[in-house]
């Protein structure tokens, strides 16, 4: 995808892969009838809508910042998932390029590649990287007795913790919050770490 231009930032889309559903399926509310006017442009002819797992990357002064980490390499719920580090890759980007990744929420898919496996020990996949977590989502993912995926966020997201990385609780969160250029700075919307700035 060709970068964009947003002041002095350039924002670029990569993608650790794609996946399909039966759209009655993913959006639940919306029945096949009322499909009828987007499904040229929206659904395949089996009636699947195709999803990206998508992330960003966002250079500018002297920073890359790198948005979400898609599904990563662990999980395969169909379709392809995993192609985050190639799709860096392919854009320039190595891990040890990223200064901070920016979590906009804990679900599975925007996780994935926080960590990669190391000697048998999960450890942060972008090793100079700050990682900023919202800490209402921290404390519902990964409360004392989470529920589903606990796996998952296990090995993902307690190496983090343990490693030190975490930019997103304490004095810490509100360093790495003013020290983020205008263009990355969290704002309140939901899922979209409202609660940085509110403590």
Same mark, same amino acid.
């Given at each position: 995808?060709?970068?964009? $231009?947003?002041?002095?930032? !350039?924002?670029?889309? /990569?993608?650790?892969?794609?996946? +399909?559903?039966?759209? !009655? =399926?993913?959006?639940?509310?919306? &029945?096949?009838?009322?499909?009828?006017?987007?499904?040229?442009?929206?659904? #395949?002819?089996?009636?699947? /809508?195709?999803?990206?797992?998508? +992330?960003? /990357? /966002?250079?500018?002064?002297?920073?890359?910042?790198?948005? #979400? &980490?898609?599904?990563?390499?662990?999980?395969?719920?169909?379709?392809? +998932?995993?192609?985050?580090?190639? +799709?860096?890759?392919?854009?320039?980007?190595? %891990?040890? #390029?990223?200064?901070?990744?920016v979590?906009?929420?804990l679900?599975?898919?925007?996780?994935?590649?926080?960590?990669?496996?190391?000697?048998?020990?999960?450890?942060?996949?972008?090793?100079?990287?700050?990682?900023?977590?919202?800490?209402?989502?921290? #404390?519902?993912?990964? $409360?004392?007795?989470?529920?589903?995926?606990?796996?998952?966020?296990?090995?993902?997201?307690?190496?983090?913790?343990?490693?030190?990385?975490?930019?997103? =609780?304490?004095?810490?969160?509100?360093?790495?919050?003013?020290?983020? %250029?205008?263009y990355?700075? %969290?704002?309140?919307?939901?899922?979209?770490?409202?609660?940085?700035? =509110?403590?």
């Amino acid at each position: 995808m060709t970068p964009v $231009k947003v002041g002095t930032a !350039t924002v670029l889309a /990569v993608t650790d892969g794609r996946f +399909s559903r039966p759209a !009655t =399926r993913f959006f639940p509310g919306v &029945t096949e009838a009322q499909w009828e006017t987007y499904r040229a442009e929206h659904l #395949d002819a089996g009636g699947h /809508v195709h999803l990206n797992f998508g +992330s960003f /990357v /966002v250079r500018a002064d002297g920073q890359t910042v790198l948005v #979400d &980490t898609g599904l990563g390499p662990r999980l395969n719920i169909g379709g392809t +998932s995993g192609t985050l580090l190639e +799709s860096l890759g392919a854009a320039g980007v190595a %891990p040890e #390029d990223v200064d901070m990744v920016v979590t906009t929420h804990l679900h599975l898919d925007h996780i994935g590649w926080n960590t990669v496996e190391q000697d048998g020990a999960f450890v942060p996949a972008f090793p100079r990287a700050r990682y900023l977590v919202q800490r209402a989502d921290w #404390d519902f993912f990964l $409360k004392p007795n989470p529920a589903e995926d606990a796996e998952l966020y296990q090995t993902t997201m307690r190496p983090l913790e343990r490693a030190g990385v975490l930019a997103g =609780r304490g004095r810490a969160r509100r360093h790495a919050v003013a020290a983020l %250029p205008p263009y990355a700075r %969290p704002h309140p919307w939901p899922c979209l770490l409202p609660d940085l700035l =509110r403590r």
